[in-house]
């Protein structure tokens, strides 16, 4: 029959280790002791009991070898290494010999325990100085594989496929503008909980990298050395300098664009020459017109698939009511409006001038500014009816659910 060695070691635990910082030497013998006598097993304590007894059992080959194992714990019972006891320092009594005295024994006191506190408050400022730098760090490496992203996006063949998902995305949620820039929605997607401030910054930083062509390797240390604030002032500079060039693109494009559509213009009637030469802008003959337009009360519907101009549908009566003389600042207001529109796809349509024909690219221009304006009318419409709704409304959270359903009423109507 084997009969089973001590299991553990004798090697101390953290809890122990933290005692004997705190007890006296003969506290931790005492307690290594009792450790040690702790390990034994029932069958070694039943062996020394047996012996202790000199009892013809005592000479049995099991006795003898428990007698071994608890031999060999005594002997480690005596190479005990206690862990020395540092000495305690003892502050001096106060001089009391005269009231300076403890004047000043009072004061070294209290600039001892202020020097203390002074010492607790810096060891935790340094500790928040440090996870600082590291969530600075983990920003910096953040907002640079961002830019890789937008980088990648950006060489693509297809970048505005990337774009629209991300516009989806945000629409469904109901917190993005139709006018948000492609590389914001990028930044707002990673950076939830940034403020629309940041967002618009962060998003400057990686389009004006983009820009400059800082590589990704070099991202973080062109951004850190050249600070946020300088790259945002050097990045409005020169976009500004480039936005200014870009609207004068987009205006010549423009007057390309009405000088193809007045030979298929939308409609058009006759008009008293005198008066229309007081009324219209010499430089480039334009007039604005204010009308009304009133639908017919006709229901014909007809579609001609041989001839689809022949098609018959409801029509609308469009009266003109006012002429307006533009001046200068009017004409040149309408068409920055107008050219901002195209602005963001200048390059798309300048190349789709060369690809299609004039009465095919014109009515895509139109198509396409109409959409913008019919976007903007609406949310106006949605804006002054919402302005209506709220009056009925006293509580706000009550209003905030009616307008969503609203909404999606209105778009649904509008598809």
Excluded at 97 to 114: G, H, T
Excluded at 164 to 184: A, C, H, I, K, T
Excluded at 284 to 289: A, E, F, G, K, S
Aim: net charge positive.
């Amino acid at each position: 029959m084997t009969i089973p060695k001590t299991g553990k070691s004798s090697k101390s635990t953290p809890t122990v280790k933290k005692q004997r910082k705190a007890l006296s030497q003969a506290a931790q013998q005492r307690l290594e002791k009792e450790r040690l006598e702790a390990q034994k097993t029932r069958v070694q304590k039943l062996s020394e009991s047996i012996k202790r007894r000199n009892v013809s059992l005592a000479k049995h080959d099991t006795v003898a070898t428990n007698l071994e194992a608890v031999e060999a714990a005594a002997k480690e019972e005596k190479n005990i290494k206690l862990a020395p006891l540092k000495k305690v320092r003892q502050k001096a009594p106060f001089k009391r010999d005269s009231e300076f005295d403890v004047f000043q024994a009072r004061l070294k006191e209290r600039s001892d325990e202020i020097h203390r506190l002074l010492h607790q408050a810096t060891t935790i400022k340094n500790r928040m100085e440090t996870l600082a730098r590291r969530e600075t760090v983990k920003f910096h490496e953040a907002l640079r594989d961002c830019y890789s992203i937008y980088e990648h996006v950006q060489s693509s063949p297809e970048p505005y496929a990337f774009y629209d998902v991300l516009r989806d995305y945000f629409r469904m949620q109901g917190s993005v503008q139709s006018n948000s820039p492609d590389e914001g929605l990028l930044i707002r997607f990673v950076f939830t909980k940034k403020s629309n401030k940041q967002i618009s910054e962060y998003a400057t930083v990686i389009r004006y990298a983009l820009q400059t062509k800082v590589s990704k390797r070099d991202f973080i240390k062109w951004y850190t050395t050249t600070t946020q604030t300088r790259i945002l002032q050097k990045a409005r500079k020169d976009g500004n300098a480039q936005l200014n060039e870009r609207l004068a693109r987009a205006r010549v494009l423009l007057q390309r664009y009405f000088d193809i559509r007045e030979q298929w213009p939308l409609g058009e009637f006759d008009y008293p020459a005198m008066l229309a030469e007081k009324q219209v802008h010499l430089p480039d003959d334009l007039i604005i017109v204010i009308c009304r337009g009133v639908r017919r009360f006709n229901r014909d519907v007809e579609f001609n698939g041989d001839s689809p101009s022949r098609s018959v549908v409801p029509l609308a009566a469009i009266s003109a009511l006012h002429f307006i003389p533009p001046t200068i600042n009017l004409a040149n207001d309408i068409m920055d409006r107008i050219a901002r529109y195209l602005e963001p796809r200048l390059e798309h349509f300048e190349e789709e001038i060369q690809q299609k024909s004039d009465q095919v690219w014109s009515n895509d221009m139109t198509n396409f500014l109409m959409e913008r304006e019919l976007g903007v009318a609406y949310r106006s419409a949605d804006r002054w009816a919402d302005r209506m709704q709220a009056s009925v409304y006293e509580d706000q959270q009550a209003f905030e659910q009616a307008r969503k359903k609203i909404q999606k009423l209105r778009n649904k109507a509008r598809k």
